[in-house]
Every structure is written in C-alpha cells, then in structure tokens.
C-alpha cells in the first residue's frame, strides 16, 4: 500500500543541479580584483596567536594563522576582515588599499554577538536570537567515550531532560524537550520524539526493535544514533520555543535537535591532521549490601518456622541440597568485570583557496562487564567538501557521514535481577570438568543466558548536497537535498546448551531474526533575502519541503535445528514463523517561510509560518498551517539605560507565540487495513478506518530576560515557558463487539507543561590564569489539563486530571500490622476487595528540578574541568520483588527490619512462604511506601588536559587529558542507579587517558 502526497520526478534534481551551475558560469567573469593580504596576530603581551581564524565577512573565505601567528589570504579592497578566535574579542577590519595587518587580540569570550548559532533554516547570535536555543560545542563532546552522542549531553541545557536507561552499548536514551506533550509514550507508539537535523538532513530517531534482552524496547531499543562520531560533532543546537520551532511546523512540535558535523575552512592553507586516541576502563560504580550466607540461611529457616511447615527438596534445595555453608558474591561475579574502551579518531582538512575539504574516519570499541567476550565495536568515515566561484556567487557544500556499528551481546534482560536475587550459597557454577553445573537440576544456571548470544549491525548513510547562488548581492538562491539509508539486522541464537541437560530430549533450538531498513530523501528549494535601509534590517526566505521515507521491516523466528552449528541458517530450520513483515512509506510536503526584521541593533521580530500535508492523514485532513511570531528588545541600547551600562552592560527582554502540530502516528491509520490469514488463503480485518482525524496541536508560549553585568562577565538568562498539546491522537477504545480494540482517533484531552528555566555563565581573567563556569536549573511542570469522559474511557485508571501523565495510581500503605507480621494496606471502599478502586494514592514520577554546574579552570597549558549533574525527583526504592523468606536474597538493611515477633513494630514483613504473605508482598510492591526520593547529584565528568610545548616538534598542538565519567553519587536511593530505578546495568564509572594531536 503506498500513499503519497506529493510527487517530484526524477528530473527535477538534475535540472536544477544543472541551472544553477549554468548561471554559476555566466557571472563567474564579474570577479573583482583581488590582492594577497598578508599579517600577524598576537594578543595583548605580543605573543603570537596560532589557530585564528581569518575570514572574509559574510564569505566562506578564510584562513589560519600559523605556528608564529602569521597568515596570508587572497581579498579585494572591498572586502572586511573577520579575526576571531576563542577567548579573545572578534576583530572586524576594512581591507581598503591596505596589504599587510598587524593585529593584536584583547581577551573576552563572552561577547554575545559574536557566536553563532545554527537555528536551522537561518544563522542567528546570542544577541539577536529571539527564540530560545541551547548549544553545546565540540569542545564539550568529543573527548567523553561515549557511543552515542547525546549522552554527553546530560546536565548540560536547560530544559532538556536526558536518562541513560542503560549502561550496555547502543541502548537508546530517553530525551524530552520541555515535558511530554502526547499521551502515548510507548516504543513505536511515541508522540514525543523530538526532530533530529544532521546538516539539515531530517532523520527517522525512533529507536530499532530489537530481540535481545540487553537492548529490547522494554529498556529502550537500539538507538539509530548511535552511528554517528561524536569527534565529528562541531555543535549540537536544541530549539525549545515556538519561535526557534514553528519554522518546522508539525516536525517541531517536541523542539528540534540540530547536529553540525565539522567542516574545513576556506583559504590557501597547508594540510591540517589531526589525531585523537584514548583507551580506558569502565566498571559497575555501586553494588547492593546484600545479606551474607548464615543470616540468609537463618532467614530461610525462619520462614518454615512461622509458616509452621516443613522444608522439601523440591522447594528448598538451598536447605537441604545445597552447602549451607557456601558464599558467592553474585554481583561481583555476573557483572562485576571490567569494560575495556579504545577509540582512534583521524581527521585531514585542507584545500585551495575556493575548494576545500574536511575528512575523518573513526573507530571506537567497548567491552563488557559481564562474564564473556561480549563487545561493541563502531566504524565512522566523514567528508565535508565546499566550493565557490570566484566572484562568490555559486557556492556547493557536500557533507556525508557513514557509520557502522556491531553490537555482540547476549539475550539476558533479566541477568542483572538474577545477580540481586540469587541465594548466596547457590551451587558453582562449573563443574569440575568445566561444564556448567545444574546441580541435578536443582537451579537454573545463570551463565546458561550467555549461550543465547545475539549480534546486531546498523549501518547508515547521511548525505547531503547544498547548492546556492547570490542572484543579487541581496538575493540567493538555495537548493538543499539529503538522502538517508540505514540497514539494520540482527541475529539472536538460542542453543540446546541454553537448557538444562535433563530437557534436552524435549527442547528445540531456535534463531531470531530482525531485518529493518530506512530509506528517505528530502528536497529544499529557498530564496534568501537580505537588505539593509539605514538602521533597519530585513532578513527574510521562503522555500518548500518535499520529503518521501520507506521503512521495511521482517522478522523470523526460525526453530528446530538439527545441530547448534547450523544456529541461524533459516534453511536448516525445521519450522519457520513469520512475525512481521511491512513496507511503510511516508510522504511530506511543506510550503515555509520567515520574515526576521531589526531596527538599530535593539528591535528584533521574527515571523514564521509553515503549511504541512503530510500522507498520514485523510484527503480532508491532509494539510495544516503553523507559525509563530517572536521578539527581542535589547534595553541596554537605549539611551535612557546607558548610565547604568558600567555595572548592567546588557538587558534583552523576550517573548514569542506560536503553534506547532504532529504527525507522529503510524502510517495508513485512517485505512481499512487486511491481513492475510495464516497459511493463505484468506483476508482478515485488521484496523477500521476513520478518515476525519487531524493533527494533534501544541501551543507555545514563552517569556524571557536575558541581562550582562561587568561587561557581560556574568550573563544570567530566566525563561517561563507554557506549551500546551490538544487534539490527541490516541487509539480510541471500542467495545469487543466490534471485533476491534481501538480506532486512530483525536481525543478531546489537553496537556500542559510549564517551567521555569534559569542560567548563568560567568567568566574570569587574570593573566595565566581563567575560570569559565555555567549553571543551568530546569523547573518543569507536567499536568493533565483537561480530558471529557475519562472516567469511563480505558484512561481511568492511568490518568488523572490536574495531575501528571507520569503517575503510579497506588495503595495507600498501613504499615506492617504488629500482630500478623504482614504488610497491610488501606481498603478504601470497605468491600474487603483490593483491586483499582483502591489505588488512590497519586505519585508523580516526573522530575521537579534538574540541572547541571559546569566549571572550567585554565592555567597555562593546564586545565581542569567538570561537570555537576543535580536531578529533584521520586521514584521507586529498591525492595527485592520476592517475599523475605522465599529463596532468593535480600538487603541487609531489610534484615535488620524484619518482623520477628508479635508485637514487634517493624518495616519489613515477617519471613513466610505462605499465601497470605505472597499476596502481601504484592499489594505492598503497587503501594505507595515503594515510592520515595530518587534526588541525586553526580559528578557526570571530570577532566584534567595538559597542553605540551611544541615549538621544537613541528606540532600545532599536543595536549594530554584524562577523563572520568560518572565518578561519583550522592543519593538516598539505595538501587543500583537512581537516574534510572530498577534493576538495568547502571551507566558505568569510566576512566580514560588520550592524546590528541594537531599537525
């Protein structure tokens, strides 16, 4: 079934390639006379500055100072220098009749005009930014050995919630832009996928389906982005607001996260290497206290004793079969290795004065903590490639990026649980002839779950190719195209020696197999339009979006091989079962455009507006419009404030208003769709249509001031923000008459996120000596505004209004009665029946505070820098989900705080393998006494550099660094990790020690 909305012909890309090219050439003659300009830089002390980038203003001309601060580039006489470098003030200086500059840098990173900001369609600065937009560089990435790029992002934005649900490699995190906008938030199912951007190519992030346990959807799935080289990465943008989102209508509705790869810099320059490599080592960085083997077998026979029953064989083998005796520190053994990283980073740019390039290629490889050859290894390869006419007018730039990873693991989503479970005198796990041992099928053997062993490989392309020619010095033209492919598959194998010996007779060996592929390409033709009349500016584009994504996907499960050998070989199955097999295409196609004006450096507006068909609707609902309007007005331009400059040297005050949309549902929803019925031969229903559902709609509103004190030395920037989502789209439930559990449909219910966001930044110099520190402080807030009917809908009982959508609906806990030892919780309606009625405790998971506190310390060629993250939030407590007194382990704390004794005032339930106690324990794991504070404050990074002296090696740079990841925790949870409660691998303490290099 194929659906389309738009149609583009095969044509059209090659003409236009070719009609701008044309006219490439016939202005190409109107080149004005240029002369080599010559110089040096050196800062206030006349020591030469290497590594300043000279450019020509609004050009992609430019150059490099060398090793004595020299540099040499081809100008006009009409053109301005731009001299710019980190930690100094940027120089802007006329070239006129003048061949050779003498220039000396003053000190001063914070000038706010002077970074620039990637806002998608358009270059804004901090200054003029009417939107808001977070940023991260490349400095900040690229020395984390992290192998998705995201994660070193935690701690970092405002406004940007990131968890690590894992610490096995290629898990996908979880990010949320300002809250949760859609009521569905399951895995294909989410409508809060933010849009991701690679140098303007959109890529489909939802995270790839996956059989193995370490990477299923039930903790996240794999994560596409994972192919990417974070060493690549020259800065990360995320858009919030509407303002800096509208632009992208129904894409942006969950904010927009746009990804710079790094590209080379124009001018006759020699060939620049670069090189990077570390290596270093990860470890678990907590383990429970957990009971030792006397008080655990104690704690057994305490159970019996007050059960008034007596232990057997075959439901105390740890009493009767075991040694009583024996002690295994099960975390220590089944995940408490050590992971080796490798990474090896190459990159050449260079080029002539009108071409020029950027290559890398990368490699980075992790180990596991678990017992086994278990590892990750990724290949990178990038290329970046510019060009421009000699009159500047025609300029083509070329970014393409290749990843692969493989990903060799193992099928065991329950294997760190076991290690928190088990008995501690559990049997060896070898025999003495080495061969597992199943202790005459008394146990399960933990290590069998290495012999399912699963691989997956990911492999993706992103390319994209922009065209542009200035048709007036005012007027360009711009064609910007991508195309993306990703191939996935992975193989998971579950052998005979997974089993038991005893079953062998009756087991079946079985392969699981997962092929995906995503394939899309995207076509952007714009105008751009810039005029300046007096103090007024106009800066304005108006372009279109055609867009067209094909997902595949098959999965096969294949069983009954005749050797373990054969594993995987769909031909060697005795039987096969197809699970899935689709072919989804998507079509998009959009009209956008953008008026930015600003008078006198101090008026700022911003309209946008955006017109969206999209193939996942019906014919009548196929299209809808957005836009925003945003403003800025820069106070400290105004006369009236000049008296107050020495001290307050910048105030902006903000705001913007603006609606976006979503798309975010399956393809072909409003269709009748059939499926074959098995063995074909038939068709049977599988979805009724309903072609009059529409977008979903999310409303933004924000405020914000932005002030500078001591010559911005101190920024402080305070945002409030309100979004609100209506028109959900959500499966609307039907009575099972209709043979149909639900119909795609918009729901009248309306979420709300408002928050407070705080940051500060501040800067210090003192000759040698710099300190640069920030501090971000999020204060979200997520509610269920509105929602008719939902007391009778199938919402009831996991929604609530004016709460929350992240709740636990729980029992309201009593405590442990003195008398009967066991956990009591309330009966609210009195009916001596505990079911959802009586689940009235509302916990709201959501994070009420998070943030991050970064510090950079310089001293000479020596520098320190870290990394605070701080998170404000509840959760669930640790508690083993087996009743104390059942075979398996417990904290010691809990031990401790046991019910002996009638009478005795306690918190943990007595020891019992009773009923009674097994229902218990089940009403005190959904009450709300599991429910406590999850607060942490981590020390996410720690980074120590030394920059050698080069000067006698012939080396632009060397710099040595160390690097600590997730060094420390102080938290009151008492689980493994309480970014993410529960019983995952918690992300892992890293140590690292490179070299990086610039020839």
């Known amino acids: 079934m194929k659906i389309y909305t738009t149609r583009l012909t095969g044509a059209a890309l090659p003409g236009l390639i070719c009609l701008f090219m044309s006219l490439s050439a016939l202005w190409a003659s109107a080149s004005p006379l240029q002369s080599r300009v010559t110089g040096s830089v050196t800062d206030t002390n006349d020591n030469p500055i290497p590594g300043v980038s000279i450019s020509l203003k609004n050009t992609n001309t430019g150059t490099q100072t060398d090793l004595d601060g020299a540099f040499e580039l081809e100008a006009s006489p009409q053109d301005t220098l731009r001299i710019s470098y980190i930690g100094f003030k940027t120089l802007l200086l006329p070239v006129g009749n003048q061949t050779r500059f003498i220039i000396q840098l003053e000190q001063d990173i914070t000038d706010l005009g002077e970074v620039t900001i990637n806002a998608g369609y358009y270059n804004t600065t901090r200054r003029e930014q009417t939107g808001s937009i977070a940023r991260v560089t490349a400095e900040e990435i690229e020395r984390q050995p992290v192998t998705n790029p995201l994660t070193a ?315 542009s020619y200035a048709i007036t010095p005012q007027l360009e033209a711009r064609l910007s195209t991508g195309y993306t492919l990703l191939n996935s598959e992975e193989l998971t194998e579950q052998p005979i020696r997974f089993y038991d010996p005893a079953l062998w007779a009756n087991a079946r060996s079985r392969s699981l197999h997962i092929t995906a592929g995503r394939q899309s390409w995207i076509v952007e033709p714009q105008l751009n339009y810039r005029n300046t009349w007096g103090r007024f500016n106009l800066d304005a584009l108006a372009g279109s979006t055609f867009q067209h994504r094909k997902n595949t996907a098959l999965n096969i499960v294949g069983t009954g091989y005749a050797n373990d050998q054969l594993l995987g070989n769909l031909a060697a199955a005795e039987q096969l079962s197809v699970i899935a097999n689709s072919i989804q295409e998507y079509a998009y196609a959009a009209a956008f455009g953008r008026i930015g004006l600003h008078y006198a450096g101090k008026y700022y507006l911003n309209l946008t507006g955006r017109r969206d068909g999209s193939s996942r609707f019906g014919p009548s609902r196929r299209f809808a419009s957005f836009g925003a309007v945003g403003g800025a007005w820069i106070l400290s331009e105004e006369n009236w404030m000049q008296g107050l400059r020495t001290f307050l040297s910048f105030t902006k005050l903000r705001g913007s208003y603006g609606s976006a949309g979503s798309d975010q549902i399956g393809d072909y929803g409003y269709l009748d769709t059939y499926s074959a019925t098995p063995g074909g031969g038939g068709l049977y229903p599988t979805q009724l249509t309903n072609t009059i559902y529409s977008w979903e709609r999310n409303r933004k509103l924000e405020l914000a001031l932005e002030l500078g004190f001591l010559n911005d030395k101190l920024l402080l920037n305070t945002s409030w923000y309100r979004n609100r989502s209506s028109n959900q789209l959500v499966g609307y439930n039907l009575p099972a008459i209709t043979g149909f559990t639900s119909v795609q449909a918009n729901l009248n219910a309306t979420v709300e996120n408002t928050g407070w966001e705080f940051e500060a930044f501040t800067n210090l110099n003192s000759g040698r000596f710099n300190w640069q520190a920030s501090l971000n402080v999020s204060i979200p807030e997520n509610r269920l505004v509105s929602f008719p009917g939902i007391e009778e809908s199938s919402y009831a009982n996991t929604y609530k209004v004016g709460e929350s959508l992240n709740i636990q609906l729980l029992y309201d806990y009593t405590g442990v009665d003195p008398e009967t030892g066991l956990y009591t919780v309330m009966d609210v309606n009195e009916d001596g029946v505990y079911n959802s009625d009586d689940r009235v405790v509302v916990q709201d998971l959501t994070r009420t505070l998070f943030g991050g506190f970064q510090n950079q310390f310089t001293y000479g060629r020596v520098s320190l820098d870290f990394l605070w993250e701080f998170v404000v939030q509840d959760g669930l407590q640790y508690y083993p989900a087996l009743t104390p007194g059942r075979m398996g382990t417990m904290l010691q704390e809990d031990y401790d705080r046991r019910w002996q004794n009638p009478g005795d005032i306690a918190e943990i339930q007595k020891a019992s393998v009773g009923v009674s106690a097994l229902l218990a324990n089940f009403r005190y794991q959904t009450s709300d006494k599991l429910y406590t504070d999850t607060s942490f404050l981590r020390l996410r990074t720690l980074g120590l550099s030394y920059e050698l002296p080069t000067e006698s090696l012939g080396l632009h740079s060397c710099i040595l660094f160390l690097q600590g990841q997730n060094l420390f925790t102080l938290t009151a949870y008492r689980g493994l990790d309480p970014q993410y409660p529960g019983t995952s691998l918690p992300a892992l303490r890293m140590l690292t020690a490179g070299l990086k290099l610039n020839f």
């Not at 859609?182 to 996956?210: E, H, K, Q, T, W």
């Not at 193995?212 to 039930?218: D, I, Q």
Request: cysteine-free; glycine content about 10%; overall charge negative.
């Open 153 to 467: 992002l935690q701690g970092r934005m405002a406004g940007v919630s990131i968890v690590q649900r894992s610490g096995v490699p290629g898990n996908a995190p979880s990010i949320q832009i300002r809250g949760q906008n859609s009521l569905r938030n399951g895995f294909g199912n989410s409508g809060n996928l933010p849009l991701y951007i690679i140098d303007g190519v959109p890529i489909d992030s939802a995270p790839l389906n996956s059989f193995s346990g370490l990477t299923s959807p039930t903790i996240s799935g794999i994560d596409p982005l994972n192919t990417l080289n974070p060493a690549n990465i020259e800065s990360i943008e995320v858009l919030k607001d509407a303002d800096a989102t509208a632009i992208y209508g129904s894409r942006g509705a969950n904010g927009v996260i746009l990804i710079t790869t790094k590209k080379g810099t124009g001018g006759n320059q020699k060939t620049r290497i670069n090189a990077q490599v570390y290596t270093g080592a990860g470890v678990v960085p907590r383990k429970l206290d957990l009971i030792n083997t006397a008080d655990y077998i104690s704690l057994r026979q305490e159970a019996f004793a007050n059960d008034g029953t007596t232990p057997t064989e075959t439901n105390s083998p740890d009493l009767l079969l075991w040694d009583t005796e024996r002690y295994t520190d099960w975390q220590e053994t089944l995940f408490g290795g050590t992971a080796a990283t490798t990474g090896v980073n190459l990159g050449v740019s260079g080029g002539s004065e009108r071409t020029y390039y950027n290559l890398g290629v990368g490699y980075q490889r992790e180990t596991s903590v678990f017992p086994g050859d278990f590892r990750y290894n990724k290949l990178t390869a990038n290329l970046s490639l510019n060009h421009r006419s000699s009159d500047e007018r025609f300029k083509l730039q070329l970014s393409t990026s290749f990843g692969s990873d493989n990903n060799q693991q193992f099928d065991g989503s329950s294997f760190v649980s076991t290690a928190l479970s088990l008995p501690p005198n559990a049997p060896a796990l070898y025999t003495d002839d080495g061969e597992l041992n199943w202790e005459d099928s008394s146990w399960s053997n933990p290590l069998a779950t290495l012999y399912r062993e699963s691989e997956a490989r990911v492999q993706q392309l992103i390319s994209n190719l922009s065209l």
